[in-house]
């Protein structure tokens, strides 16, 4: 199969490339290649290309500085994405695209969980930009799958483990929220989630796409700890305490950031749990360090 990676060098991508490798012709193009941004270059290169799916993991990731940015964030990940479905459905290519938990308000008690069919009311730049490309998509194209993850972490990028551990190995004590409830997601099971939906040729649409169960990044920590024997101890605070702590400013963060697997375990994909993923991880990484 011939298959575009757009936002080629990012975290995901990493994986997406390497699950995808073996028996498929992979074109990997990141922002210096292909621009996704630009409607025109994009409707050229893929109308020309024809590749049988297209796997969008460009994007603009961060957060916070997306609140001062909305114009660029927009571009990227709502014309983006529209761009990309335009093109799709010219080339009669297949558009597989990474969303997020942010489109949703994060407000739900946290005793349940995110349908992908449930309100769309984001309050971050972030969540909002999100949107768009999620509607840009349907609006544009039929035949698409959006994934929408949460809590992403993997070898190819600066993540949360990471910074976790280093701090772990440095420092006596660490301040970690404790109100914020998610999947931790490792970026190896979301690109073998995506592989599984193409291979069984699952109905187009929208899926919730995390590792299983669900935690806090307070919890998170303390079993990142206690896989590599750090003997730091974790403070739990609330979201409030840690930024009046930090002396920072920051998008507002969903509480509720819990996102149910059913649909997906309907079409027959099974999903590692979250502990599993963070096992599996850490051994890669390690691996990676020798
Ligand atoms: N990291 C998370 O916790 C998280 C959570 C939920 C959803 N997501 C989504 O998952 C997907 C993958 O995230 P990631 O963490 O691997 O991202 P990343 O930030 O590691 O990579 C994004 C890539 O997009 C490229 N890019 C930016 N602008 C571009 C443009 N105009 N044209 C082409 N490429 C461009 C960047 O150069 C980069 O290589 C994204 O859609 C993101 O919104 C991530």
Redesign the pocket.
């Known amino acids: 199969m011939k298959i575009l990676i757009?936002?080629?060098?990012?975290?995901?991508?990493k994986e997406v490339r390497e699950k995808f490798e073996k028996g498929n012709d992979i074109i990997a193009?990141?922002?210096a290649e292909?621009?996704?941004?630009n409607e025109k270059m994009v409707y050229d290169f893929i109308t020309k290309l024809k590749p049988e799916y297209i796997i969008?993991?460009?994007?603009?990731?961060a957060v916070d500085k997306a609140e001062d940015n909305y114009e660029l964030a927009d571009k990227?990940?709502g014309d983006?994405p529209t761009n990309l479905a335009k093109a799709a459905k010219s080339a009669g290519s297949k558009l597989v695209h990474?969303?997020?938990?942010?489109v949703f308000g994060g407000d739900l008690d946290v005793s349940k969980d995110y349908k992908e069919d449930d309100e769309k009311k984001p309050v971050t730049v972030y969540g909002k930009t999100?949107l768009h490309g999620e509607e840009g998509i349907i609006a544009n194209t039929e035949d698409y799958y959006i994934f929408r993850?949460?809590?992403?972490?993997?070898v190819?990028?600066n993540n949360f483990v990471k910074t976790m551990t280093k701090l772990g190995t440095t420092r006596e004590e660490v301040n970690v929220v404790s109100d914020q409830h998610g999947s931790p997601t490792y970026?190896k099971d979301l690109s073998n989630i995506i592989y599984q939906a193409i291979e069984k040729k699952i109905p187009y649409g929208i899926y919730n796409a995390t590792n299983e169960g669900y935690t806090t990044w307070y919890d998170f920590t303390k079993q990142i700890f206690a896989d590599q024997g750090i003997k730091c101890k974790v403070n739990p605070v609330t979201t409030e305490e840690y930024i009046e702590m930090m002396k920072i400013t920051q998008a507002k963060r969903p509480l509720n950031s819990q996102m149910s697997k059913e649909k997906l375990h309907e079409c027959g994909i099974s999903v590692p749990d979250w502990k599993d993923g963070l096992k599996r991880y850490l051994e890669e990484a390690k691996n990676m360090e020798n």
């Open positions: 757009t936002g080629a060098n990012g975290m995901l991508a193009t990141d922002v292909l621009d996704i941004t969008n993991c460009a994007a603009y990731t990227i990940n983006g990474i969303s997020t938990d942010y999100k993850t949460a809590w992403l972490y993997g190819g990028g970026a």
